[in-house]
């Protein structure tokens, strides 16, 4: 456990069949009076490397037996795991089946930003430049009004990318994009 830990990831999920059938996971104590049992010491590996055990009902059973957590989901964060559900055993394995969401978290790199400083715009250029075109012919009548303002738009859009300076806005401090990639989004 704690070499896991120790790698430093930020999400950590360890599972499988641990095979602790002397640990009660709603107390997180073992049967007996063992404190250097086997049992005793993956529950001290747990708390002082601060990973949750997220499986509270049995995993294993079969016939008359004992029903058993067995079957572990180890993670560094609680809110990791969601909708955990225990299913029917596949085949003949005496195990359940066990079904989750893993909420993991990712940054993402966005794009820089470019902002136009209109406030350092070479205007007089520009209406040049605006005065230049005969208005009259290249928005006439017989276009749609779509086509004209798309016109109109284009040789705006031009115009602003030769006489508007642009600055590329980075980001300043440390301020995290994280994203959760397992959230669903509202339609």
């Known amino acids: 456990m704690s070499e896991a830990t120790d790698m430093g990831y930020s999400h950590i999920l360890i599972m499988g069949d ?3 059938p002397e640990i009660n996971w709603e107390t997180w104590n073992t049967k007996g009076d063992r404190p ?9 590996a747990l708390q002082d ?16 037996d004992t029903p058993h957590t067995l079957d572990l989901l180890i993670t560094n964060e609680e809110e990791m795991i969601s909708n955990l559900e225990y299913m029917s055993p596949l085949g003949k394995s ?12 990712v940054n993402i790199k966005r794009a820089p930003r470019i902002a136009n400083l209109y406030n350092h715009g070479n205007y007089k250029d520009f209406i040049q430049e ?31 990318s030769r006489f508007v300076p642009t600055k590329t806005m980075t980001q300043i401090g440390k301020k995290r994009n994280v994203f ?3 959230k669903k989004r509202e339609s």
């Open 18 to 20: 641990f095979n602790y």
């Open 36 to 44: 250097n049992s086997i049992e005793n010491k993956f529950l001290e």
């Open 49 to 64: 490397n601060f990973l949750y055990q997220h499986t509270t009902k049995p995993t294993r059973w079969r016939g008359a």
């Open 94 to 105: 005496d195990h359940c089946v066990l079904s989750f969401d893993f909420n993991c978290y």
């Open 130 to 160: 605006l005065n230049k075109i005969d208005w009259h012919n290249k928005l006439n009548a017989g276009n749609s009004i779509d086509k004209n303002w798309n016109y109109f738009l284009t040789i705006l859009k031009e115009l602003e």
């Open 180 to 182: 959760p990639i397992d």
